[in-house]
């Protein structure tokens, strides 16, 4: 039974490829653009004109993610599959040092059904390949997209098929066990972890739900957007600070900002977005900084934040355009500093936040010392998980 007791009101038009203009059937399976020039990730589209989905509406929408279902890509409520993921809160932080002279706000998505916001990705992401016939997926990943991919799954009764780095903390790998996804163990990282993932994929007819090499994911993420201007009554931050390895979130936010303004739900104007990187996984922030349209491949090792060890995200040019069209910036922070981080905010704060979300506290008050984040801007911090599955990660003193 659906939890959702509502109708599919979705509004998808096509999928599109934004660097060739390419579109496809969204009643077909696909993966990135076929044109062998360009292999773009592939973007979702919607009917949207300003009436179509008033916001007025929301009000007797589940609280779920599934509130925003016509700008999502389900056109059949029974295969929408659901955990209760998303309308996580929003958070005022209050005693920690640093928070002077501007309103800091946390947007926690730890709450989520397997314990980050990739619960969105995946609900979307499945619930779409059961629509369409998918019987077995298959992912890549150092951890909580692969819980998540498990645990949607299970609900969906498609076969997972999960690819983690050894090096991955035992409890990731448990939980999709649990979840009954075929784990297997790499000795490599997330791209080594790709690669076999592709080769026994095609071998075994697996659909790949890889980030941003398939179209669904992003329209799960993008809904923390629509969160984040509905839940700030319509005015959106001046900042939005977000970790970015694949960078699906930080896309996802993007789109739905502009989607909102189509709707006639906000103006144009938009946050300055931040993407913040683990120093072992610095490409992005290389590129932005060098003035580079794409990232280069840097991959210097383990760190505590596995969902930052992404080496190049697929869609780094657009990761790219939007820090450069929203006149955000990049930034580094190192595991010593995500684990200092995750103490304070636990000591002050009352929350056990992922290392992700650690280090965006402390690239704030970099940026604030530099004067880029200036006196009574409000800022907004996405931490993307829950702590508590990073135990094994840090020393407890």
């Known amino acids: 039974m659906n939890i959702l007791h509502q109708p599919s009101t979705s509004l998808i038009s096509h999928l599109e490829c934004p660097k060739c203009g390419r579109t ?37 929408n589940p609280n779920s993610m599934w509130r925003y279902s016509p700008v999502l890509p389900i056109e059949k409520v ?23 002279e501007n309103r800091v706000y946390w947007k926690d998505e730890s709450g989520n059904p397997t314990g980050s916001f990739k619960s969105r990705g995946q609900s979307t992401a499945i619930s779409k390949a059961l629509e369409l016939g998918v019987k077995a997926a298959c992912i890549p990943s150092a951890g909580n997209a692969a819980g998540a991919l498990a645990a949607y799954c299970a609900k969906a009764g498609i076969k997972a098929h999960v690819f983690m780095p050894k090096e991955t903390p035992q409890l990731f790998k448990d939980e999709c066990v649990l979840y009954g996804a075929n784990l297997t163990e790499v000795d490599g990282n997330i791209k080594d972890c790709s690669k076999l993932a592709s080769e026994e994929g095609e071998k075994n007819g697996w659909f790949p739900v890889f980030t941003l090499k398939e179209p669904y994911r992003l329209e799960g993420k993008k809904t923390m957007g629509y969160e984040i201007a509905e839940q700030m009554d319509w005015i959106l931050p001046d900042v939005i600070l977000y970790p970015t390895g694949g960078g699906t979130g930080l896309l996802g936010i993007w789109k739905a900002f502009d989607e909102m303004e189509t709707l006639g739900w906000i103006g144009s104007e938009r946050p300055r977005m931040v993407s913040v990187q683990a120093t072992s996984c610095d490409g992005i922030t290389q590129a932005f900084h060098q003035h580079q349209t794409e990232s280069e491949y840097v991959d210097k ?72 984040i200036k006196p009574g801007e409000k800022v907004l911090l996405m931490n993307t998980g829950s702590g508590y599955k990073y135990l094994e990660n840090i020393e407890i003193n």
């Open 301 to 372: 090792g383990f760190t505590i934040a596995n969902g930052l060890r992404v080496p190049k995200p697929y869609a780094d040019e657009y990761i790219l355009k939007v820090l450069r069209e929203s006149q955000g910036t990049a930034i580094t922070i190192n595991d010593a500093e995500m684990e200092t981080g995750m103490k304070e905010i636990a000591k002050k704060e009352g929350l056990l936040v992922c290392p992700e979300g650690a280090a965006l506290w402390q690239a704030f008050k970099k940026l604030k010392e530099k004067s880029w």
């Open 78 to 100: 029974e295969y929408m599959i659901s955990l209760g993921e998303g309308f996580t809160p929003i958070l005022p932080l209050q005693n920690l040092d640093g928070l002077e």
């Open 24 to 60: 496809y059937l969204h009643q077909e399976l696909h993966t990135v653009c076929e044109n062998t020039n360009c292999q773009s990730s592939l973007f979702a589209r919607y009917n949207l004109s300003p009436g179509v989905f008033k916001k007025e509406s929301l009000r007797a």
